[in-house]
């Protein structure tokens, strides 16, 4: 399961030393919005929730996440923010109240990878399949008809190591499995290493993607322009 705690206090520094753009991830979310009623799924340490609340003081924004120390530091940093509630849950026992017009995840339990002009692939920190059905069930279940499913997109993963902004070295090793690959995290000071983490990643093709998805109610919809982070369906069932 997508556990994050060994990264926990270190995840802000790797992720703000040009890991993810946050003010870009936001941008695109208003550029595929306005949504009142917001839920994130992998809310993580909060930095796109505090971005998301600054920007919409108004909206009822809600952050589900698994890892309680990350929980725990996306509380502090939205104390600020009484609008903003946090929940600790395992997407795939989740358990809400409210429906949502628009659910999203960046780079939290779902997201696409996208290479070049080849076709996207959905890669899930669930790592196994009953468990992505039934979390993906649940998570339609919370979406309004007619609301939005937005997953984050990134690049291709491949090995890597480099400086982040408080002179750690941060590196990542990919191994691929015959259903995803296991993700290797360091951190590395003067050489000796104070991080590590590894999570089991499945993944699904894009015809899979679109069938799972189909099956609950949602249809992909196409969007052009803007800093292309999400893929986009629109519940229509
Ligand atoms: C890479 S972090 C992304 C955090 C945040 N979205 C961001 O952009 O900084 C992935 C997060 O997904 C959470 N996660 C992984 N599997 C989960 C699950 N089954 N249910 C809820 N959260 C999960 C992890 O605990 C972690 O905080």
């Given at each position: 399961m997508?556990?994050?705690t060994?990264?926990?206090?270190?995840?802000?520094?790797?992720m703000?030393?040009?890991y993810?753009?946050?003010?870009?991830?936001v941008d695109?979310?208003?550029?595929l919005?306005p949504f009142d009623?917001?839920?994130e799924?992998?809310?993580?340490?909060g930095?796109?929730?505090?971005e998301?609340?600054?920007?919409?003081?108004?909206?009822?924004?809600?952050?589900?996440?698994?890892t309680e120390?990350m929980?725990k530091?996306?509380?502090k940093r939205l104390?600020?923010?009484?609008?903003?509630?946090?929940?600790?849950?395992?997407?795939v026992?989740?358990?809400l109240?409210?429906?949502y017009?628009?659910?999203?995840?960046?780079?939290g339990?779902?997201?696409f990878?996208?290479d070049?002009?080849?076709e996207?692939?959905?890669v899930?920190?669930?790592?196994?399949?009953a468990?992505?059905?039934?979390g993906?069930?649940k998570l339609a279940g919370?979406?309004?008809?007619?609301?939005?499913?937005?997953?984050?997109?990134q690049?291709p993963h491949f090995?890597?190591?480099?400086?982040?902004?408080n002179g750690?070295?941060?590196?990542?090793?990919?191994?691929?499995?015959?259903?995803?690959?296991?993700?290797?995290?360091?951190l590395?000071d003067?050489?000796?290493k104070?991080?590590s983490?590894?999570i089991?990643y499945?993944i699904?093709?894009w015809?899979?993607?679109?069938?799972m998805?189909g099956?609950l109610?949602?249809?992909?919809?196409p969007?052009?322009?803007?800093?292309?982070?999400f893929?986009?369906?629109?519940?229509?069932q």
């Amino acid at each position: 399961m997508g556990d994050y705690t060994n990264m926990s206090s270190y995840y802000d520094v790797i992720m703000t030393s040009g890991y993810y753009d946050y003010a870009e991830i936001v941008d695109d979310l208003d550029r595929l919005g306005p949504f009142d009623n917001i839920l994130e799924i992998g809310c993580g340490t909060g930095l796109i929730l505090e971005e998301f609340g600054r920007r919409h003081s108004t909206a009822s924004i809600t952050g589900i996440d698994l890892t309680e120390a990350m929980l725990k530091l996306a509380q502090k940093r939205l104390e600020p923010f009484p609008s903003i509630k946090l929940a600790r849950q395992n997407v795939v026992e989740l358990s809400l109240t409210e429906t949502y017009d628009a659910a999203f995840s960046y780079g939290g339990v779902w997201y696409f990878v996208i290479d070049g002009e080849k076709e996207p692939f959905m890669v899930s920190h669930i790592p196994d399949e009953a468990g992505n059905l039934i979390g993906l069930t649940k998570l339609a279940g919370q979406i309004a008809s007619g609301g939005m499913l937005l997953l984050g997109i990134q690049g291709p993963h491949f090995d890597y190591e480099k400086p982040i902004s408080n002179g750690m070295t941060y590196a990542q090793k990919i191994t691929p499995h015959d259903y995803g690959f296991t993700k290797h995290y360091y951190l590395l000071d003067e050489g000796r290493k104070v991080m590590s983490q590894t999570i089991d990643y499945r993944i699904y093709s894009w015809a899979q993607t679109l069938q799972m998805l189909g099956d609950l109610g949602f249809t992909f919809v196409p969007q052009s322009g803007g800093a292309g982070k999400f893929l986009a369906f629109r519940k229509t069932q």
